[in-house]
Structure formats: structure tokens, C-alpha cells
């Protein structure tokens, strides 16, 4: 014990005891700054987190195009990038970078090029999909075509025709490779008739530009479409009416129309052999009435329909000298 006391009261001790108050005090600031330092790695560990995404980019051809056509490039290409989150996410959403092959230095014929692209971040890394393009450089060439048309005939309803089916516009201007431009025999508007057309068709129909053999070839037109129309009607032809009276009767009577002639529709085999219309009158069933109100195509079947549709036919007795009132009228209408 003596001893102890002894130790507690020399500078030995008190220089141990200070020690060990220094160390137990550096512990105790530092913890918090080591507990500081590792939340401080962690956020910037958050802040430089990486992200990837894929971009869509329109494919730039730099080319003298006054002199050159250029064919085999897509249109567009996809591009990765890689990078800080942030800077990733505002680069998809912007787009503000640009994606082209350079052919500025290069000649007429096949060439195989590097896709670059032009204006992104460089702390992002990047891929470029396809990384290279084989195109064909060939001189450019204009010319002016006329617009042919053609339709499925096979649309048009059974009995009608087609008159003169007219374009517009009815030109296009053809631009491309003269290799393509040179093949082109016809550029045709193709409308397609809904199955048993009455009416008039119209359209706005996509062209298409052709070789000899009917093959679509690769050119620019302007415009590209062209407006068409078909009319379709039918057949038609003026011929006069003759009334003959039937039925069993010893009464003979003067048949007469205010309407002596019409304008019968049919097909056109029809119409070449009908040069009258022959309109039977049943006396026996005039009764007390002194007309008869009738239908052509009802008496005439291969006529699809006739102008004026009806016809009032006035029946009286006596000679042929008797004269139809001058007020009376006609029942009937156009088409």
C-alpha cells in the first residue's frame, strides 16, 4: 500500500495519467470526424453514380448534294452513353448532339465510313450503332415526269363506266442517282376502287416510281402524292317512247304522253340495240280513270334507270285526231 501511495504521488504517475487523458480525448474527437468522412464518401459516391442510356439520333450526310447523290446510309442510328446520372439524363432529354458521316473528301463510287458524332459531353463515353456504313456515291440527276394513273378496274359496279380519269397534279420532278433516275419509265398514282363503285372516285394516292419491268425504284419525287379522279356513271342514250294498247277490248283508244322521249341508263351492250321504248297500255285496267302512270324500267328490265323514272300516259276514245288536255302534267322526276 505504501508503495502504491508512494507511486500515485510521484511524476511518473501523473505523466501516465496525462497520457491516457490525451488519448481518451483524441478518441473522442475523432470518432465523429471519421463517422464525417465516411458519410462524405458516401455522398460523393452518390454523386458520381453512373447511368447508361440509349439515344435514337437522325443521321447527318455532309455531301455537296447540288453535285451527289448518296444511297445506303440509314436514316437513323443509335447511340449509348455512359456517364455521371445527371449529365446522362439531361443529354437523352436535350439530344443536343449530332450523329453524321463526312463525305466531303470522297468521290463518286462505294466507300465504307465511320459514324462520328458531334457536340457530346467528354465525360461521357459513347457507342455508335452501326459503327461504320457502306454507301454509294453517284452523280445526281433531275427530270420531270408525267403522272400516269391506274386502278382495279374490277371495282367498278356491273353496268357503269369510267370516263377520263384525270391527275393533279399531273407532273412530279424526280431527283436521285442517275444510275436510278435513268431507269425510271413511268410514275404511276395506283388507286384502289372500293368493291361496286357507282361514284365519282377521289383520292389523294401515294406515286410510285418504276422501271421497264414494273420494279419500284429509289428516288425522291416532289410532290409524292397526287390527287385522282375516276368518274363513274352509267351508260346513257336519249330514245323516243312508243305507246300500243293491250288488253281485250273492242274499244279502241288515242294513247298520248307529255313525254315522248327519255333518257334511259343501262349497259352499253344495251343501249346499242334500244332505239325506242315500246310502252304497253292495259286498257282493261283503266276503269274509270283515263291514264296510267308508269315505271320504264319496270316494263323494260335490263334498264337500270331512265329520266324521267315515270311517265303519265292518258288513254281516250275516238279517232286519233282527239287531243290530251294542254293542263295536264306529267308525273315524274330526274335522277
Given at each position: 500500500?505504501?508503495?502504491?501511495?508512494?507511486?500515485?504521488?510521484?511524476?511518473?504517475?501523473?505523466?501516465?495519467?496525462?497520457?491516457?487523458?490525451?488519448?481518451?480525448?483524441?478518441?473522442?474527437?475523432?470518432?465523429?470526424?471519421?463517422?464525417?468522412t465516411r458519410s462524405a464518401?458516401?455522398?460523393?459516391?452518390?454523386?458520381?453514380?453512373?447511368?447508361?442510356?440509349?439515344?435514337?439520333?437522325?443521321?447527318?450526310?455532309?455531301?455537296?448534294?447540288?453535285?451527289?447523290?448518296v444511297t445506303g446510309y440509314?436514316?437513323?442510328?443509335?447511340?449509348?452513353?455512359?456517364?455521371?446520372?445527371?449529365?446522362?439524363?439531361?443529354?437523352?432529354?436535350?439530344?443536343?448532339?449530332?450523329?453524321?458521316?463526312?463525305?466531303?473528301?470522297?468521290?463518286?463510287?462505294?466507300?465504307?465510313?465511320?459514324?462520328?458524332?458531334?457536340?457530346?459531353?467528354?465525360?461521357?463515353?459513347?457507342?455508335?450503332?452501326?459503327?461504320?456504313?457502306?454507301?454509294?456515291?453517284?452523280?445526281?440527276?433531275?427530270?420531270?415526269?408525267?403522272?400516269?394513273?391506274?386502278?382495279?378496274?374490277?371495282?367498278?359496279?356491273?353496268?357503269?363506266?369510267?370516263?377520263?380519269?384525270?391527275?393533279?397534279?399531273q407532273i412530279v420532278q424526280?431527283?436521285?442517282?442517275?444510275?436510278?433516275?435513268?431507269?425510271?419509265?413511268?410514275?404511276?398514282?395506283?388507286?384502289?376502287?372500293?368493291?361496286?363503285?357507282?361514284?365519282?372516285?377521289?383520292?389523294?394516292?401515294?406515286?410510285?416510281?418504276?422501271?421497264?419491268?414494273?420494279?419500284?425504284?429509289?428516288?425522291?419525287?416532289?410532290?409524292?402524292?397526287?390527287?385522282?379522279?375516276?368518274?363513274?356513271?352509267?351508260?346513257?342514250?336519249?330514245?323516243?317512247?312508243?305507246?300500243?294498247?293491250?288488253?281485250?277490248?273492242?274499244?279502241?283508244?288515242?294513247?298520248?304522253?307529255?313525254?315522248?322521249?327519255?333518257?334511259?341508263?343501262?349497259?352499253?351492250?344495251?343501249?346499242?340495240?334500244?332505239?325506242?321504248?315500246?310502252?304497253?297500255?292495259?286498257?282493261?285496267?283503266?276503269?274509270?280513270?283515263?291514264?296510267?302512270?308508269?315505271?320504264?324500267?319496270?316494263?323494260?328490265?335490263?334498264?337500270?334507270?331512265?329520266?324521267?323514272?315515270?311517265?303519265?300516259?292518258?288513254?281516250?276514245?275516238?279517232?286519233?285526231?282527239?287531243?290530251?288536255?294542254?293542263?295536264?302534267?306529267?308525273?315524274?322526276?330526274?335522277?
Amino acid at each position: 500500500m505504501n508503495k502504491w501511495r508512494h507511486f500515485t504521488n510521484s511524476k511518473y504517475f501523473y505523466m501516465i495519467l496525462s497520457l491516457a487523458v490525451a488519448i481518451w480525448i483524441y478518441i473522442s474527437v475523432s470518432a465523429p470526424g471519421l463517422g464525417s468522412t465516411r458519410s462524405a464518401a458516401n455522398s460523393n459516391n452518390v454523386a458520381v453514380a453512373e447511368k447508361s442510356a440509349t439515344i435514337t439520333m437522325n443521321l447527318q450526310v455532309n455531301v455537296d448534294t447540288n453535285s451527289f447523290f448518296v444511297t445506303g446510309y440509314p436514316k437513323q442510328v443509335e447511340v449509348k452513353i455512359q456517364g455521371p446520372a445527371a449529365l446522362v439524363t439531361a443529354t437523352k432529354n436535350t439530344q443536343n448532339f449530332n450523329t453524321y458521316i463526312d463525305l466531303r473528301q470522297l468521290g463518286v463510287g462505294k466507300h465504307r465510313v465511320r459514324i462520328r458524332q458531334n457536340g457530346l459531353n467528354r465525360e461521357l463515353k459513347y457507342t455508335i450503332k452501326p459503327h461504320y456504313v457502306d454507301i454509294d456515291i453517284e452523280p445526281r440527276m433531275e427530270k420531270v415526269f408525267p403522272i400516269q394513273t391506274a386502278y382495279n378496274s374490277g371495282g367498278v359496279a356491273q353496268g357503269y363506266e369510267v370516263g377520263d380519269v384525270s391527275v393533279n397534279p399531273q407532273i412530279v420532278q424526280v431527283v436521285g442517282a442517275r444510275s436510278e433516275v435513268q431507269r425510271v419509265s413511268q410514275i404511276v398514282a395506283r388507286a384502289n376502287l372500293p368493291k361496286n363503285s357507282t361514284t365519282d372516285f377521289h383520292q389523294e394516292v401515294l406515286l410510285q416510281a418504276l422501271d421497264a419491268q414494273g420494279h419500284t425504284l429509289s428516288v425522291l419525287m416532289s410532290p409524292q402524292t397526287t390527287n385522282v379522279k375516276i368518274p363513274i356513271s352509267l351508260p346513257k342514250k336519249k330514245v323516243p317512247l312508243r305507246f300500243t294498247q293491250t288488253g281485250a277490248s273492242d274499244k279502241e283508244y288515242n294513247l298520248s304522253s307529255e313525254v315522248n322521249e327519255v333518257t334511259i341508263f343501262a349497259r352499253k351492250s344495251v343501249l346499242d340495240k334500244t332505239n325506242e321504248i315500246v310502252v304497253p297500255i292495259d286498257v282493261t285496267k283503266l276503269g274509270k280513270k283515263n291514264y296510267e302512270i308508269i315505271t320504264l324500267n319496270q316494263i323494260k328490265s335490263d334498264i337500270i334507270d331512265s329520266n324521267p323514272r315515270t311517265i303519265k300516259v292518258y288513254a281516250r276514245r275516238g279517232n286519233s285526231d282527239n287531243q290530251v288536255n294542254s293542263n295536264v302534267g306529267e308525273i315524274g322526276g330526274s335522277n
